[in-house]
Nanobody, 127 residues
Framework: QVRLVESGGGSVQAGGSLKLSCAVS????????LAWFRQTPGKEREGVAA????????DYADSVKDRFTIAQDNAKKTLTLQMNSMKPEDTALYYC????????????????????WGQGTQVTVSE
């Protein structure tokens, strides 16, 4: 059974950095997408960054390009999101998500593509 557990959320001032981690367990050897999403009250869940486990193909939302970096550590079975130059608009509940085994997706940041979800970790960026 696939399980995703996020950690590393917290508060940071604008311009600062934060790193999120997601412990991933239960997957086999077939390629999947792992991703980070975020959500604020009253808004739809937004895809932030995704990585394809076969070949490390990555995709980013325009709002976080050149600031956030998604990575996977296969040995530690961990997905990370390094967030730099953070802005108040990055404040949200961040979720780790995973697909079922799949080929390359046309829209890897679409929430509908993901089957497994973590419980979320809060990130708050102050002025």
């Amino acid at each position: 059974q696939v399980r995703l557990v996020e950690s590393g959320g917290g508060s940071v001032q604008a311009g600062g950095s934060l790193k999120l981690s997601c412990a991933v367990s239960g997957y086999g050897f077939l390629p999947v997408y792992l991703a980070w999403f975020r959500q604020t009250p009253g808004k739809e869940r937004e895809g932030v960054a995704a990585i394809y486990t076969a070949g490390d193909r990555t995709d980013y939302a325009d709002s976080v390009k050149d600031r956030f970096t998604i990575a996977q550590d296969n040995a530690k079975k961990t997905l990370t999101l390094q967030m730099n130059s953070m802005k108040p608009e990055d404040t949200a509940l961040y979720y780790c998500a995973g697909t079922k085994p799949t080929g390359v997706l046309a829209t890897p940041l679409a929430a509908t593509a993901y089957y497994y979800w973590g419980q979320g970790t809060q990130v708050t960026v102050s002025e």
